[in-house]
Protein backbone atom coordinates (compact mmCIF):
# COMPACT_ATOMS: atom_id res chain seq x y z
CA UNK A 1 0.00 0.00 0.00
CA UNK A 2 1.58 3.33 -1.09
CA UNK A 3 0.94 6.36 1.30
CA UNK A 4 1.00 10.02 0.10
CA UNK A 5 1.93 12.53 2.23
CA UNK A 6 -0.06 16.10 2.63
CA UNK A 7 2.46 18.77 2.29
CA UNK A 8 0.86 21.76 4.39
CA UNK A 9 1.08 25.10 2.09
CA UNK A 10 2.85 27.67 3.99
CA UNK A 11 0.86 31.52 4.23
CA UNK A 12 2.05 33.81 1.76
CA UNK A 13 4.07 36.58 3.26
CA UNK A 14 3.26 40.37 3.34
CA UNK A 15 5.34 42.36 1.57
CA UNK A 16 5.97 46.27 2.60
CA UNK A 17 7.40 48.47 0.32
CA UNK A 18 8.96 51.73 0.96
CA UNK A 19 11.00 53.81 -0.94
CA UNK A 20 13.70 53.48 1.63
CA UNK A 21 14.11 52.05 5.04
CA UNK A 22 11.26 54.56 6.84
CA UNK A 23 8.82 51.83 6.21
CA UNK A 24 10.33 49.14 8.72
CA UNK A 25 8.07 51.78 11.25
CA UNK A 26 4.85 50.31 9.50
CA UNK A 27 6.47 46.85 9.47
CA UNK A 28 7.13 46.52 13.28
CA UNK A 29 3.88 46.87 13.87
CA UNK A 30 2.32 44.73 11.35
CA UNK A 31 4.71 42.13 12.98
CA UNK A 32 2.84 41.96 15.99
CA UNK A 33 -0.52 42.13 14.52
CA UNK A 34 0.46 39.11 12.39
CA UNK A 35 3.35 37.37 14.44
CA UNK A 36 2.16 33.98 11.81
CA UNK A 37 2.70 35.59 8.74
CA UNK A 38 6.35 36.10 7.13
CA UNK A 39 7.23 39.17 5.39
CA UNK A 40 9.61 40.47 2.52
CA UNK A 41 10.62 44.47 3.22
CA UNK A 42 11.03 45.79 -0.09
CA UNK A 43 13.22 49.53 0.04
CA UNK A 44 13.56 51.73 -3.22
CA UNK A 45 16.87 52.26 -2.76
CA UNK A 46 17.82 52.56 -6.29
CA UNK A 47 14.91 55.19 -6.77
CA UNK A 48 15.01 57.07 -3.43
CA UNK A 49 13.88 60.18 -2.54
CA UNK A 50 11.14 60.38 -4.87
CA UNK A 51 10.96 64.16 -4.03
CA UNK A 52 12.63 64.38 -7.26
CA UNK A 53 11.43 62.58 -9.75
CA UNK A 54 8.37 63.66 -11.88
CA UNK A 55 5.08 62.44 -11.35
CA UNK A 56 4.73 60.27 -14.86
CA UNK A 57 8.28 58.89 -14.91
CA UNK A 58 7.74 57.70 -11.19
CA UNK A 59 4.45 56.26 -11.56
CA UNK A 60 6.01 54.34 -14.81
CA UNK A 61 8.51 52.90 -12.21
CA UNK A 62 6.60 51.82 -9.32
CA UNK A 63 4.32 49.72 -11.63
CA UNK A 64 7.29 48.45 -13.16
CA UNK A 65 8.95 47.57 -10.17
CA UNK A 66 5.83 46.25 -8.90
CA UNK A 67 5.64 43.33 -11.89
CA UNK A 68 8.32 42.31 -10.82
CA UNK A 69 7.58 41.86 -7.29
CA UNK A 70 4.47 40.28 -7.01
CA UNK A 71 5.80 37.40 -9.98
CA UNK A 72 8.94 37.00 -7.56
CA UNK A 73 7.45 36.90 -4.02
CA UNK A 74 4.07 36.23 -4.59
CA UNK A 75 2.90 37.98 -1.31
CA UNK A 76 -0.63 38.12 0.25
CA UNK A 77 -1.37 41.39 0.62
CA UNK A 78 1.33 44.39 -0.30
CA UNK A 79 1.30 46.83 1.88
CA UNK A 80 2.80 50.34 0.34
CA UNK A 81 3.95 52.08 2.96
CA UNK A 82 5.23 55.82 1.72
CA UNK A 83 2.50 58.48 1.36
CA UNK A 84 4.54 59.89 -1.73
CA UNK A 85 3.77 56.17 -3.41
CA UNK A 86 0.46 55.51 -2.57
CA UNK A 87 -1.23 59.14 -2.49
CA UNK A 88 0.30 59.01 -6.62
CA UNK A 89 0.49 55.74 -7.75
CA UNK A 90 -2.10 53.69 -5.48
CA UNK A 91 -5.15 53.38 -7.74
CA UNK A 92 -2.74 52.74 -10.61
CA UNK A 93 -1.64 49.89 -8.56
CA UNK A 94 -5.08 48.56 -7.77
CA UNK A 95 -6.23 48.86 -11.63
CA UNK A 96 -2.68 47.27 -12.91
CA UNK A 97 -3.12 44.19 -10.39
CA UNK A 98 -6.32 44.19 -9.66
CA UNK A 99 -6.65 40.39 -8.10
CA UNK A 100 -3.68 41.67 -5.39
CA UNK A 101 -5.02 43.57 -2.15
CA UNK A 102 -3.00 47.46 -1.49
CA UNK A 103 -3.31 48.62 1.58
CA UNK A 104 -1.92 52.34 1.67
CA UNK A 105 -0.33 55.03 3.63
CA UNK A 106 -2.02 58.57 3.39
CA UNK A 107 -1.66 61.55 5.59
CA UNK A 108 -3.58 61.12 8.83
CA UNK A 109 -5.62 63.78 8.19
CA UNK A 110 -8.96 62.65 9.38
CA UNK A 111 -7.83 61.49 12.67
CA UNK A 112 -5.74 65.14 13.41
CA UNK A 113 -8.78 66.67 12.69
CA UNK A 114 -11.31 64.58 14.93
CA UNK A 115 -8.57 65.06 18.07
CA UNK A 116 -7.13 68.47 17.58
CA UNK A 117 -8.75 71.08 20.17
CA UNK A 118 -6.97 74.13 18.70
CA UNK A 119 -7.95 73.74 15.28
CA UNK A 120 -4.89 74.27 14.37
CA UNK A 121 -3.29 70.98 12.26
CA UNK A 122 0.26 70.76 10.30
CA UNK A 123 0.93 68.05 7.67
CA UNK A 124 4.85 67.13 7.74
CA UNK A 125 5.21 65.11 4.25
CA UNK A 126 7.29 64.85 1.44
CA UNK A 127 6.92 67.49 -1.25
CA UNK A 128 5.56 65.02 -2.98
CA UNK A 129 3.09 64.75 -1.11
CA UNK A 130 2.00 68.02 -0.43
CA UNK A 131 1.41 69.28 -3.87
CA UNK A 132 -0.65 65.64 -4.02
CA UNK A 133 -4.39 66.22 -5.20
CA UNK A 134 -5.10 63.20 -3.38
CA UNK A 135 -4.15 65.17 0.12
CA UNK A 136 -6.14 68.16 -0.89
CA UNK A 137 -8.99 65.84 -0.78
CA UNK A 138 -8.44 64.48 1.96
CA UNK A 139 -8.31 68.20 3.85
CA UNK A 140 -11.46 68.88 1.90
CA UNK A 141 -13.14 65.98 2.69
CA UNK A 142 -12.58 65.73 6.57
CA UNK A 143 -10.73 68.66 8.11
CA UNK A 144 -12.62 71.79 6.80
CA UNK A 145 -13.24 73.38 10.08
CA UNK A 146 -9.44 73.01 10.67
CA UNK A 147 -6.91 75.65 9.81
CA UNK A 148 -4.27 72.73 8.21
CA UNK A 149 -0.89 73.49 7.50
CA UNK A 150 0.80 71.62 5.00
CA UNK A 151 5.17 71.49 5.31
CA UNK A 152 6.97 70.08 2.77
CA UNK A 153 10.25 69.44 4.03
CA UNK A 154 12.52 68.56 1.06
CA UNK A 155 15.68 67.03 3.30
CA UNK A 156 14.06 65.43 5.93
CA UNK A 157 13.62 61.93 4.45
CA UNK A 158 17.19 61.77 4.10
CA UNK A 159 18.16 63.06 6.95
CA UNK A 160 15.91 60.21 8.86
CA UNK A 161 17.70 57.81 6.84
CA UNK A 162 20.74 58.89 8.08
CA UNK A 163 19.57 59.10 11.51
CA UNK A 164 18.36 55.40 11.14
CA UNK A 165 21.92 54.35 10.24
CA UNK A 166 23.54 55.59 13.62
CA UNK A 167 24.64 59.04 11.99
CA UNK A 168 24.78 62.30 13.44
CA UNK A 169 22.20 65.05 12.49
CA UNK A 170 22.48 68.70 13.86
CA UNK A 171 19.55 69.98 15.51
CA UNK A 172 19.64 72.89 13.75
CA UNK A 173 18.97 71.68 10.54
CA UNK A 174 15.77 69.26 11.71
CA UNK A 175 14.18 72.34 13.55
CA UNK A 176 14.74 74.18 10.44
CA UNK A 177 12.64 71.09 8.45
CA UNK A 178 10.34 71.01 11.61
CA UNK A 179 9.91 74.94 12.39
CA UNK A 180 7.12 75.71 10.19
CA UNK A 181 4.52 73.42 11.05
CA UNK A 182 4.67 75.73 14.82
CA UNK A 183 1.91 78.26 14.15
CA UNK A 184 0.72 80.41 17.06
CA UNK A 185 -2.43 82.72 16.11
CA UNK A 186 -4.62 84.52 17.81
CA UNK A 187 -4.31 82.61 21.08
CA UNK A 188 -4.03 79.12 19.79
CA UNK A 189 -1.31 77.47 18.63
CA UNK A 190 -0.78 74.06 16.83
CA UNK A 191 -1.05 71.24 18.88
CA UNK A 192 -1.19 67.90 16.36
CA UNK A 193 1.48 67.50 13.28
CA UNK A 194 0.66 64.29 11.50
CA UNK A 195 4.01 62.65 10.47
CA UNK A 196 3.00 61.95 6.61
CA UNK A 197 6.35 60.11 5.90
CA UNK A 198 7.23 56.90 7.45
CA UNK A 199 10.60 58.15 8.03
CA UNK A 200 10.06 60.88 10.46
CA UNK A 201 8.60 58.65 13.18
CA UNK A 202 11.94 57.26 13.97
CA UNK A 203 13.01 61.06 14.81
CA UNK A 204 9.67 61.98 16.83
CA UNK A 205 11.81 61.89 19.91
CA UNK A 206 14.67 64.18 18.37
CA UNK A 207 11.30 66.20 17.26
CA UNK A 208 9.99 66.54 20.38
CA UNK A 209 12.92 67.65 21.92
CA UNK A 210 13.52 70.48 19.79
CA UNK A 211 9.98 71.29 19.42
CA UNK A 212 9.04 75.28 20.53
CA UNK A 213 6.27 73.94 22.64
CA UNK A 214 4.85 70.01 23.20
CA UNK A 215 2.78 68.88 20.31
CA UNK A 216 0.59 65.31 19.71
CA UNK A 217 3.19 64.36 16.54
CA UNK A 218 0.51 61.57 14.67
CA UNK A 219 2.14 58.32 13.73
CA UNK A 220 -0.12 56.40 11.39
CA UNK A 221 2.11 53.14 11.35
CA UNK A 222 -0.60 51.13 14.00
CA UNK A 223 -3.60 52.06 12.35
CA UNK A 224 -1.72 51.15 8.67
CA UNK A 225 -1.15 47.59 10.73
CA UNK A 226 -4.52 47.07 11.76
CA UNK A 227 -6.08 47.80 8.44
CA UNK A 228 -3.46 45.53 6.71
CA UNK A 229 -4.83 42.48 9.85
CA UNK A 230 -7.99 43.05 8.73
CA UNK A 231 -7.39 42.57 5.13
CA UNK A 232 -4.80 38.85 5.63
CA UNK A 233 -6.46 36.08 6.33
CA UNK A 234 -5.95 34.27 10.21
CA UNK A 235 -4.82 31.10 9.71
CA UNK A 236 -5.41 28.81 12.42
CA UNK A 237 -2.14 26.81 14.32
CA UNK A 238 0.07 29.05 11.70
CA UNK A 239 3.41 29.48 13.01
CA UNK A 240 5.86 32.13 11.41
CA UNK A 241 8.55 30.46 9.40
CA UNK A 242 11.43 30.86 11.25
CA UNK A 243 14.35 33.40 9.08
CA UNK A 244 12.20 33.47 6.72
CA UNK A 245 11.92 37.82 6.95
CA UNK A 246 13.83 38.90 3.75
CA UNK A 247 14.65 42.68 3.08
CA UNK A 248 15.71 43.38 -0.68
CA UNK A 249 17.01 46.79 -2.31
CA UNK A 250 16.31 47.85 -5.46
CA UNK A 251 20.14 48.49 -6.08
CA UNK A 252 21.18 45.39 -5.02
CA UNK A 253 23.94 46.56 -2.97
CA UNK A 254 23.34 47.97 1.06
CA UNK A 255 26.22 49.86 2.77
CA UNK A 256 26.97 47.71 6.09
CA UNK A 257 25.30 49.90 8.46
CA UNK A 258 21.83 49.44 6.33
CA UNK A 259 23.16 45.68 6.36
CA UNK A 260 23.68 46.05 10.09
CA UNK A 261 20.18 47.94 10.46
CA UNK A 262 18.37 44.88 8.71
CA UNK A 263 19.75 42.54 10.93
CA UNK A 264 18.49 44.32 14.24
CA UNK A 265 15.10 44.34 12.84
CA UNK A 266 15.42 40.21 12.12
CA UNK A 267 15.94 40.87 7.89
CA UNK A 268 18.11 38.93 6.03
CA UNK A 269 18.92 41.44 2.86
Known amino acids: MVTTATKTLEPKPVLVFDSGIG ?3 VLREARVLM ?6 YVADDAGFPYGGWEEDALRAHIL ?9 HDPEICIIACNTAF ?3 GSDLRAAFPEMTFVGTVPAIKPAAERTRSGLVSVLATPGTVKRAYTRDLIQSFATQCHVRLV ?6 RMAEAYIRGEAVAD ?13 SDGRKTDIVVLACTH ?11 APWPVDWLD ?14 LIDNAEHPDGFDLAVFTSGNPDFSTRRLMQGFGLRV
Do not use: H, W
Open 172 to 184: GDVLSEIEPCFLD
Open 35 to 40: PERSFV
Open 87 to 89: TLV
Open 200 to 210: YPFMANVFRRL
Open 220 to 233: PAEAIARQARRKVP
Open 23 to 25: GLT
Open 64 to 72: DLFARLLEE
Open 152 to 157: GSQNLA
